[in-house]
């Protein structure tokens, strides 16, 4: 499945009732080279009274935190296999609850829970450079940072980016990633350019260790700073890497972000076997 090039490989327990996954087989299959590839896999099955209970893995195999966009695939899996209908529905990811529902054109909405840890405008050290970040936690924690705050050269103030293609996302990303600041669980990096209130985002994602084509918990990140340093209004619109386009919603009141969603496409886009 796809959600907004935020790709997972989508295995349902009423077909595979006895499937068992570790972090080796989820590892391998999820590498592009050797196996399907993905971003992450999702394991849904039906718990007691109804319940739609997924569990999301990160390529690597970890576990814990929440993909949004993982979720919103999920939601769109549910309708397909006649576990719901169009109506808002909850659900179960990682043990915690939220609730989602397909739209018209294949777009579906995904509603979390309130986010945490907001810390605005702080400094940080990375790329021999001083820079300007903010941090948020959306169920997965997520540093927001504007490409104009970055230095190509530190010795000429006025080299900063204007590109956001020609970012070096991988290698920044991945020293602020495991930087000690926000060790021992590191974070996900968002590079940020606004453009005529549209935010253009590219994300280094921890546990993918990778740049990705979409990240939903940090697009939702990168609206609520934007939101709070740049004053975006919601529905906020967000273009990854992928093109395709993401919306988050919110309301906002004394202080406390609340009705968070995020929309945008999802899709399957193969089915198939694999022996494991």
Same mark, same amino acid.
């Given at each position: 499945?796809?959600?907004?090039?935020?790709?997972?490989? &989508?295995?349902?327990?009423?077909?595979?009732?006895?499937?068992?996954?570790?972090?080796?087989?989820?590892?391998?299959?999820?590498? /592009? /080279?050797?196996?399907? *590839?993905?971003?992450?896999?999702?394991?849904?099955?039906?718990?007691?009274?109804?319940? #739609?209970?997924?569990? #999301?893995?990160?390529?690597? +195999? !970890? !576990?814990?935190? &929440?993909?949004? %966009? *993982?979720? =919103?695939?999920?939601?769109?899996?549910?309708?397909?296999?006649?576990?719901?209908?169009?109506?808002?529905?909850?659900?179960?990811?990682?043990?915690?609850? #939220?609730? *989602?529902?397909?739209?018209?054109?294949?777009?579906?909405?995904?509603?979390?829970?309130?986010?945490?840890?907001?810390?605005?405008?702080?400094?940080?050290?990375?790329? +021999?450079?001083?820079?300007?970040?903010?941090?948020?936690?959306?169920?997965?924690?997520?540093?927001?940072?504007?490409?104009?705050?970055?230095? /190509?050269? @530190?010795?000429?103030?006025?080299?900063?980016?204007?590109?956001?293609?020609?970012?070096?996302?991988?290698?920044?990303? =991945?020293?602020?990633?495991?930087?000690?600041?926000?060790?021992?669980?590191? @974070?996900?990096?968002?590079?940020?350019?606004?453009?005529?209130?549209?935010?253009?985002? =590219?994300?280094?994602? =921890?546990?993918?260790?990778?740049?990705?084509?979409?990240?939903?918990?940090?697009?939702?990140?990168?609206?609520?700073?934007?939101?709070?340093?740049?004053?975006?209004?919601?529905?906020? $619109? &967000?273009?990854?890497?992928?093109?395709?386009?993401?919306?988050?919603?919110? $309301? %906002?009141?004394?202080? %406390?972000?609340?009705?968070?969603?995020?929309? *945008?496409?999802?899709?399957?886009?193969?089915?198939?076997?694999? !022996?494991?």
């Amino acid at each position: 499945m796809s959600g907004a090039g935020n790709d997972f490989i &989508l295995f349902d327990k009423k077909i595979n009732a006895e499937i068992e996954l570790n972090a080796q087989i989820i590892n391998k299959i999820c590498k /592009r /080279r050797i196996g399907i *590839g993905a971003d992450g896999v999702l394991l849904v099955e039906d718990g007691s009274e109804s319940e #739609y209970i997924v569990k #999301y893995y990160n390529s690597d +195999g !970890t !576990t814990g935190s &929440l993909c949004a %966009n *993982g979720a =919103r695939c999920a939601i769109k899996y549910a309708k397909e296999s006649g576990r719901v209908s169009d109506q808002l529905f909850e659900f179960w990811v990682n043990g915690v609850s #939220y609730s *989602g529902q397909v739209l018209e054109n294949d777009f579906v909405k995904f509603y979390l829970n309130s986010p945490k840890d907001l810390k605005r405008n702080f400094k940080m050290k990375a790329g +021999g450079q001083l820079i300007n970040a903010s941090y948020i936690n959306t169920g997965s924690p997520h540093v927001v940072i504007k490409i104009k705050d970055v230095l /190509r050269d @530190t010795k000429n103030l006025n080299s900063f980016y204007k590109d956001i293609n020609e970012f070096p996302v991988f290698n920044l990303g =991945r020293e602020i990633r495991y930087s000690s600041d926000f060790a021992p669980e590191g @974070t996900n990096v968002n590079f940020i350019d606004i453009v005529d209130g549209v935010i253009f985002i =590219r994300t280094y994602e =921890r546990g993918v260790e990778d740049e990705t084509l979409a990240c939903g918990t940090g697009s939702v990140a990168a609206a609520i700073v934007s939101y709070y340093n740049e004053g975006l209004v919601p529905p906020v $619109k &967000l273009i990854p890497k992928s093109s395709a386009e993401l919306f988050v919603d919110f $309301k %906002n009141s004394s202080e %406390n972000i609340a009705g968070l969603s995020l929309s *945008g496409p999802a899709e399957i886009t193969f089915k198939g076997e694999l !022996t494991i």
